[in-house]
């Protein structure tokens, strides 16, 4: 018997219609994950018996059988009025989708215990051409996505994965193996399960999916390494992974279970079960799925210096179609930030230095997953996992040495390759930008082939020596009216010897305390190591090492001393006689 549960009450039909199943398995290239059941219920209707009755009203049980209908052949209440009003009753019945159907041997000792129960949706309702007189007969086809048997299990062919072999679900040496180990647990197929049971294990019931991978260089962007000299470059790639299912409209006692929430669901599922401690996890996942399936043969990525980083996620849901997809892409890196530098030389003839200029960004990546708390998730606190404008900054101090440059710095040794002359290792000019939200930092630095500071620990120096040598002295006699002017009268003599010394340096270091302190008394020429520097330039630079020198002396000092910009500046000057 077929009884009907609807609006809360049993609608048994009588004359008991003939039923018919088909079963259409879903497959891929995986293996199947379930189907679709094509039900076709066919019978007839009788103007004077049978449930539904003649008014539109049915019988709640097969048993007992309803009693006949006083319906005559002609008239308005006749047999052509009870056959129509039977008919619309049928179609109230199937209008709404997803309604409870029970099927019953009536004969059965056990009471009318059902022995199949699905929900269907109606696909079409028809009746057969006819006078409508006495009886009319029907086919109605319905569509159901699984059975289920009298305790609310699904019938082993509505499950997903069916089509597999228990030893299969554990040795993940096959296609089907791996496949089934990422949808299960590995319980066998084989076992019913209620509908929140095979919801709760599989995440939902779906008509179709697909998984596609795809990797491919990241041209313009790479690893700088460690090693002297700073020549190889590791290339990195871009990691794109698409899921996507289509659910099915399923319903059991509990309700209604979208398709889309399905599709959902079964995607968050499969993604847990493979091999991730949870749904944003990067170290299991997807390098598991690379070791099995990418850079074998083809690309040859050494895995075990990739990692993967910056991850990303974009999720599509289409509720009419009842689909939904993810799309993550990882950057495959051999570091925690990438760096691009651009390197230019310059020489002219108004001077005799040579620079160089690097001009260089770094961008960070960052291990955290794209629903982490720094950007406003709650895919855990991510402890000790970097942000990438922190890594950004680990990767300027490597290649900086921790911003003091000099030759140990990899970016002096860049500069210094490019040129076939000496480089001063104290930056001519530096400039830092820096962008927190896309974790990058650009760098601009210049050296130059100016020697090396005389003064240790000053960041620039400048030092000029100026002689002035003797020169006639005369007199310069006015006369009044003379066209072609004074006079000029040599009196015997020559000028002394003259040499000035200037020392113009900037220095980095800040010393506190009070006032006195922190401005006077910080001058670099009170101050080791700049103070016996300096002493030694100026004794290198004076008079003292001019050869046949007889006597020399100093003019009163002058310096000046700005604690601000750190710039302190002295000139001396010496006259100086020879012995000849």
């Not at 179609?321 to 230019?344: F, Q, R």
């Not at 300096?534 to 090492?545: D, G």
Request: proline share 6%; charged share 20%; hydrophobic share 30%.
């Amino acid at each position: 018997m077929i009884i009907i549960y609807a609006n809360g009450n049993a609608h048994a039909i009588r004359p008991c219609p003939l039923i018919s199943i088909s079963y259409n398995p879903y497959r891929n290239k995986v293996g199947t994950i379930g189907g679709t059941y094509d039900i076709t219920l066919t019978g007839t209707l009788i103007s004077f018996a049978g449930s539904p009755f003649s008014n539109g009203s049915t019988v709640a049980s097969y048993n007992p059988k309803p009693p006949p209908e006083n319906i005559p052949v002609l008239g308005a209440t006749g047999g052509l009025s009870s056959i129509l009003e039977k008919q619309n009753a049928l179609r109230e019945l199937f209008a709404v989708d997803g309604r409870k159907i029970e099927v019953s041997n009536p004969y059965d000792d056990s009471a009318g215990e059902p022995v199949l129960i699905f929900y269907p949706r109606l696909q079409s309702i028809s009746f057969q051409e006819g006078i409508y007189v006495n009886t009319c007969t029907y086919t109605i086809n319905l569509q159901a996505d699984y059975l289920l048997d009298k305790d609310d299990n699904v019938i082993t062919d509505g499950l997903m994965g069916n089509s597999f072999e228990p030893d299969t679900l554990v040795s993940g040496n096959s296609a089907a193996g791996n496949y089934e180990n990422a949808l299960t647990t590995g319980q066998s197929p084989q076992a019913r399960q209620s509908v929140a049971d095979h919801i709760n294990e599989y995440g939902g019931f779906v008509e179709d999916f697909s998984e596609t991978w795809s990797i491919e260089a990241e041209d313009g962007n790479g690893n700088t390494m460690d090693p002297a000299n700073d020549t190889d470059i590791i290339r990195t790639y871009r990691l794109t992974r698409n899921v996507s299912a289509t659910g099915k409209t399923s319903y059991d006692s509990s309700g209604r279970y979208e398709a889309w929430q399905q599709a959902k669901s079964f995607i968050k599922k499969k993604i847990l079960k493979e091999g991730s401690s949870n749904l944003n996890g990067y170290s299991s996942y997807p390098k598991l799925n690379l070791e099995s399936a990418f850079a074998s043969g083809f690309i040859n990525l050494a895995l075990a210096n990739y990692g993967g980083y910056n991850h990303s996620r974009t999720e599509s849901i289409d509720k009419t179609g009842g689909s939904y997809s993810l799309v993550d892409t990882w950057l495959l890196s051999s570091g925690t930030a990438y760096e691009n530098y651009n390197l230019s030389v310059s020489r002219s003839i108004d001077t005799s230095l040579t620079s160089v200029t690097i001009d260089g960004s770094i961008k960070g990546l960052s291990s955290i997953p794209a629903s982490g708390y720094v950007y406003g998730g709650n895919g855990g606190n991510n402890a000790g996992l970097n942000t990438p404008y922190e890594n950004a900054i680990n990767k300027y101090k490597t290649v900086s040495n921790d911003s003091h440059y000099g030759l140990t710095s990899h970016i002096f040794k860049r500069a210094q390759n490019a040129v076939g002359v000496p480089l001063n290792p104290i930056p001519l000019s530096i400039g830092l930008g820096s962008n927190e939200f896309t974790g990058e930092i650009t760098y601009n630095v210049q050296f130059d082939t100016r020697p090396v500071n005389l003064i240790t620990g000053v960041l620039s120096e400048n030092i000029s020596v100026q002689d002035t040598y003797p020169g006639d002295v005369f007199a310069v006699i006015p006369v009044l009216g003379r066209q072609t002017g004074p006079v000029l009268q040599y009196i015997g003599g020559r000028t002394e010897y003259r040499r000035s010394l200037s020392i113009d340096i900037v220095v980095a270091d800040t010393y506190g305390g009070t006032i006195r302190q922190s401005r006077l008394l910080s001058k670099p020429i009170l101050i080791e190591p700049y103070r016996t520097s300096i002493n030694n330039v100026i004794y290198q630079l004076s008079p003292a090492f001019e050869p046949g020198i007889r006597k020399y002396f100093l003019e009163p000092p002058s310096e000046s001393w700005d604690p601000k910009e750190k710039r302190y500046s002295i000139t001396l000057n010496w006259i100086y006689e020879l012995d000849h």
